[in-house]
T-cell receptor, first 114, second 113 residues
Framework: ETGVTQTPRHLVMGMTNKKSLKCEQH?????MYWYKQSAKKPLELMFV???????ENNSVPSRFSPECPNSSHLFLHLHTLQPEDSALYLC?????????????FGSGTQLSVL | AQSVTQPDIHITVSEGASLELRCNYS??????LFWYVQSPGQGLQLLLK??????LVQGIKGFEAEFKRSQSSFNLRKPSVHWSDAAEYFC???????????FGAGTRLFVKA
C-alpha cells in the first residue's frame, strides 16, 4: 500500500464514451502527476499539479482533461479517445514538485479503447 | 536534452545468482538518479536514489547501485536474486527545471529456478 489509490483498476470504453479516472493520495503530498505507460515505451508524463495548480502539460491531446479539486484528489477526464490511447494510466504523488522528489505511484488504471 | 537508456529489454537470471541491470543517462550536470521497480499489476516503487556524495547507494530489498560519472552510468546490482525479484525495473533521472522525472523504457527481469 503506497498511499495512492486509483479507481477503477480496469476500464473498457468505446471511442464515443466519456469516462473519468480517479486518484486519491493519503500522504499529505503537495504534487500529483498523471503518467501514461504503453507497452515497450518509457513512461510518459502527462500532467503535473503542484498545490492544485497545473504546472506541466506535456503536449497532451485535448481529449484528456485533468482536474485537481484539492491536493488529495486528481482526476483524468476522458472523451472521444482513440484505440492508441489504450494503456496503463498511473497516478503519482510527491511531497513537492522538484526534480529530486521521490514519487509514490498508484497501481494504475488499465484502459482499453475499442 | 536529458535521456535515460536501459539497453536490455529483458534479462533472465537463475535464483541465487548475481544481477546487474544497466542504465545510461544523458545529462548536463550532476543528475538526480533513481531506480524503481514495478511488479505485475502494480505501480512503481522506489528502490533507491542518488543525489550526491557516496557513489555507491544502498536501497531496499538488498539492491544497490553505483553512480559512475565517467561512464554516465547508474547500474543496479543485487548479489543474490530471489524469485520474488521478478519484475520490471526502471531507471530514471530528475529533469532540469523541476517537475519532471524522465524514465527509461524498463528492463524486465525473469528469475528461473
Amino acid at each position: 500500500e503506497t498511499g495512492v489509490t486509483q479507481t477503477p483498476r480496469h476500464l473498457v470504453m468505446g471511442m464515443t464514451n466519456k469516462k473519468s479516472l480517479k486518484c486519491e493520495q493519503h500522504l499529505g503530498h503537495n504534487a500529483m502527476y498523471w503518467y501514461k505507460q504503453s507497452a515497450k515505451k518509457p513512461l510518459e508524463l502527462m500532467f503535473v499539479y503542484s498545490l492544485e495548480e497545473r504546472v506541466e502539460n506535456n503536449s497532451v491531446p485535448s481529449r484528456f482533461s485533468p482536474e485537481c479539486p484539492n491536493s488529495s484528489h486528481l482526476f483524468l477526464h476522458l472523451h472521444t479517445l482513440q484505440p492508441e490511447d489504450s494503456a496503463l494510466y498511473l497516478c503519482a504523488s510527491s511531497q513537492d514538485s522538484g526534480n529530486n522528489e521521490k514519487l509514490f505511484f498508484g497501481s494504475g488504471t488499465q484502459l482499453s479503447v475499442l | 536534452a536529458q535521456s535515460v537508456t536501459q539497453p536490455d529489454i529483458h534479462i533472465t537470471v537463475s535464483e541465487g545468482a548475481s544481477l546487474e541491470l544497466r542504465c545510461n543517462y544523458s545529462y548536463g550536470a550532476t543528475p538526480y538518479l533513481f531506480w524503481y521497480v514495478q511488479s505485475p499489476g502494480q505501480g512503481l516503487q522506489l528502490l533507491l536514489k542518488y543525489f550526491s556524495g557516496d557513489t555507491l547507494v544502498q536501497g531496499i530489498k538488498g539492491f544497490e547501485a553505483e553512480f559512475k560519472r565517467s561512464q554516465s552510468s547508474f547500474n543496479l546490482r543485487k548479489p543474490s536474486v530471489h524469485w520474488s525479484d521478478a519484475a520490471e525495473y526502471f531507471c530514471a533521472v530528475g529533469h532540469t527545471g523541476g517537475f519532471k522525472t524522465i524514465f527509461g523504457a524498463g528492463t524486465r527481469l525473469f528469475v528461473k529456478a
